[in-house]
Each structure stands twice: as C-alpha cells, then as structure tokens.
C-alpha cells in the first residue's frame, strides 16, 4: 500500500506570491491534517478535513486555506506568502477521525520563501 | 488549550543501552490519547507507540515502552537496547477524544533529538 504522498517536495517563492501543495493520502484514508513544522514554532496544526469538510482549524490567518476532494486528495493553500510562512508543511492521513487512528505523515514539503 | 512540554532538547545514549525521554502534559480532559512520534533526519514522522488514557497499563512496542502517571501529566518513552537506527528526533504528541474542534488536531511537544553512539 502506498504511503502519502505530498508534492512538491520542495517549493521556493518569493513574498507575496502564493502557493498550492498537495497531498494524496494513503488509500482509504478519508481523514488529512496539515501542520506546519518550523525551528522555532515547531510543529502545529493547521487544518484538519474528513469527507471534504474542515472539522478543525487552527490557529493560522486567513491566508492559509485548504480543501479535500472526493477521492480525498487534499491541498492547502497559501496566499501572500511571507517571509514567516517558510516552514516545512506536513500532512498526515489516517483512517477515520484521527485520534483513535493513527496518523501517517507523509515526507513533507519544504517551502522558502524569499 | 492544551500543552506538551518535552524538558530535554537533546538526549545521548551507547549502542545496546536504554534511555528514557521524558514528556509533561497539561489538560483539563479526561479522555485523550498519548503518542510518540519519530522523526529521522529522513523527516518522514513514524509513531513509535500509542497510549489511550483510559488504558492503567503501559504500552509496549517490542524495545519501546512508556511510563504513563495520569495524575501526574507524564508520559515518558524508554528505549531499550538502543540501536544506532534509533536515533532521530522524537516528540511527544497529545490528541484529544472529546471530538469537536479536537478533530484531527495532535498537540506536539518541542521534540527531543536523540543521538546513539556506537
């Protein structure tokens, strides 16, 4: 069984630019969460989506936005980017609602932003 | 809002030992999950092991075992006979069963990066 997949896996933007990375969760998988991992943040939540709805959102600004589709093949979204957005964005799929299942991490994507 | 606090940022252990990380946790629910999770230089995060708070017996995964005090909010990761695979950076991660806005939401510690010497 394939594990999940995120591309790109490496994305380079400049400020005020935005940018879409995706996420393809292992097969059966309806559950997607997104984080955002930094040195000095570390690693939080940014969204959660299970059957194309968002059920949880974290504490982020507007500019980070997300969706899931029917196959559950999530992106996130990320506009106006600035120089703070430059992070390393994991997403992790489990079964159903995370929590009593576990969440695999796929290999992230690493964005800078210049 | 809950909190995870992994107090050592770094750890060192010999091959064949056994070293323990340690993990707080702040909340006000009675009903959650417990997790380490394990982050090679690789990056891609593996959960080491799984605790559901409800559960009085400590989890094991084969060298992998945990010292679950609910009472007193800690939840520490002992690895036995360390092998030089092991090293990485691990965190300590709290998901709440209360559902709600606790969907899909793993609160992490800071992590603790673990190095094995041969």
């Known amino acids: 069984k394939a594990g999940v997949t995120q591309t790109p896996r490496y994305l380079i933007k400049t400020r005020g630019q935005q940018v879409t990375l995706s996420c393809s969760p292992i097969?059966?998988?309806?559950?997607v969460s997104w984080y955002q991992q930094t040195p000095g943040q570390g690693l939080q939540f940014l969204f959660e989506?299970?059957?194309?709805?968002?059920?949880n959102k974290g504490n982020f600004p507007g500019r980070f936005s997300g969706r899931q589709f029917s196959n559950s093949r999530s992106e996130m979204n990320v506009s106006t980017l600035e120089l703070g957005d430059s992070a390393l964005y994991l997403c992790?799929?489990?079964?159903?609602?995370?929590?009593?299942?576990?969440?695999?991490f796929g290999p992230g994507t690493r964005l800078t932003v210049l | 809002a809950q909190t995870v606090t992994q107090s050592q940022p770094e750890m060192s252990v010999q091959e064949a030992e056994t070293v323990t990380l340690s993990c707080t946790y702040d909340?006000?629910?009675?009903?959650?999950?417990l997790f380490w999770y394990k982050q090679p230089p690789s990056r891609q995060m593996i959960l080491v092991i799984r605790?559901?708070?409800?559960?009085?017996q400590n989890a094991t995964e084969n060298r992998f075992s945990v010292n679950f005090q609910k009472a007193a909010k800690s939840f520490s990761l002992k690895i036995s006979d360390s092998q030089l695979g092991d090293a990485a950076m691990y965190f300590c991660?709290?998901?709440?069963?209360?559902?709600?806005?606790?969907?899909?939401?793993?609160?992490f510690g800071q992590g603790t990066i673990l190095t094995v010497h041969p």
């Open positions: 992790a799929s489990s079964y159903g609602l995370a929590g009593n299942n576990e969440q695999f």
């Open positions: 097969s059966g998988h309806r559950s």
């Open positions: 989506y299970f059957s194309e709805t968002q059920r």
């Open positions: 909340t006000s629910e009675s009903d959650y999950y």
């Open positions: 605790q559901e708070a409800y559960k009085q």
């Open positions: 991660a709290y998901h709440s069963n209360a559902g709600g806005t606790s969907y899909g939401k793993l609160t």
